[in-house]
């Protein structure tokens, strides 16, 4: 367990690096002599060149796909060094479950910077206190119908919008904007300086240093800490306006999760319960929820848009629950269903989250009783692909087709404790941006490098589709 989720800090005594300091570190050493600023600029060089290869391998996924084929043919737990690095679905699944056994802190605390969050908490009755506290500020029976009411409105008023153009960017234009709105109206937290461009940056780079660390003093870097800055200021205010009965639309509006979670801390709780930890876990709700929705989205969408057949099924899907949402039978809950299924199917070949990672406290086994039984010294970090898992004939069999699955067999969400949190939102708004651009009349891909997803670091910032100019696209 990270100490530092029980101790109680102020919003602004955390330690955020001024975003000049690298710089001025890298001038001072440049100055000082010539030799070692060459080996410096080497040295970024380097990393940033690991960087940016770092963000293809996972974002393009082609290689680790053939990686992990060839492993899990010839040696499907396979160590190298001291990393263990297993292929088979159900030894993936066994170390997501097993979360004393197989820890996360230790590899993700450096990706989330403001400070203790539920992913950096391997103290297994802490984590499941700070986890229920946040799920006890959510209320399924509202605000699932508020979260599809949100995204369905964005993406009506932002195709409209763009109908006459018959061109649209699914990142820039739906997935973001439908994530911005949805952090201001259900959690409560308005875009930094009001500006929502800025707050899909945001989320884009808070999301992209937890997936691949960039270098220090690099732009990544140095805007996810202005992110941060920004992010902490914002709260602070927000709080103070909760605080003084002011925030929100009208007083009458539902309460946001952070108002929810300001009630609660004033009517009582444990002693870690305090003004930062709203901070931080907002923050890393904004940083977990915001652009991996978005990186989902596009990506399911760009699979759909690869395959013909999947893609005029999914129209299909989407038909049958328009009919539904109009009243017509079959239910609307099994057209959802179905139409998540595809996606879930979509996004297995381009999953959101291809790799995951734990490290292993103490000497243990995995796959106990199979043949593919190994010791796992202390030390071991374990990759836990996803992407390996959703390729594995025993779980997914005849792998390469898409084609209908058991919706609980995917991996995407990860399994045990630790599985997703923010799922309820991201079924909904994959679902509602997906739904919208299924009714749109010609889709296909814009020409040339538009109509690929393209990355802004491991975050997708552009995906451009076509359809037929002048339809509405907003019936429903
Ligand atoms: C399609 C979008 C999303 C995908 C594919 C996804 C995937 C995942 C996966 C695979 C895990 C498990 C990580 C692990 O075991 O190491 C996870 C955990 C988590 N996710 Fe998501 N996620 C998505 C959206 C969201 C959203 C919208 C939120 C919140 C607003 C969120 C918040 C979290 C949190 C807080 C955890 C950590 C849970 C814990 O440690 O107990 N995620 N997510």
Redesign the pocket.
Known sequence: MNEGSLETANPSDVEMPDSSTAARHASSTSRANPLEALAESLRHFRQSQQYRLSCYVLSHLWILKIVFAVLRAVRPAMRVGNVLVVTKAREVREV?ERFDDFV?SDS?TPGMPWGP???T?DWRGQ?DRE?AM?QSAVEPATDLAAIRIIAADVCRSRIGALAATGRIDVVADLAEPV?VRIFHDY?GVAPLAGDEKLMARAMRDLAGIIMVDPPVGSQAWLNSRDDMVGLTRQLKEHFEAEKAGANHASRNSPPTLLGRLLRRHDASGPAWFDEDWIRR?LT???A???A??V???AQAVDQLLERHDALQRARELSGRLDLAEQGRPPDVAPCRDALRQWIYEA?RFR???PL???DCPRDTIIANGTPRARLVPAGTRII?P?LAAMFDADAFPDPSAFRERPIESY?????????????Y???I??LEVVHALMRLQGLARAEGSAGQVSYDGPAPCSLVVTFEAGQAGTAQ
Do not use: N, Q
Not at 411 to 421: D, Y
């Open positions: 997501l996360l993700i969050f539920l992913m908490v984590h986890r946040l994530m959690f876990y890393g709700l904004i977990t929820g915001g991996t929705i990186r989902a989205t996004l999953p959101m989250l995951l990672v734990r836990a996803p991996f995407h969400f990860g399994f045990g404790p630790r599985r997703c949190f923010g799922k939102i991201a079924d708004v994959m």
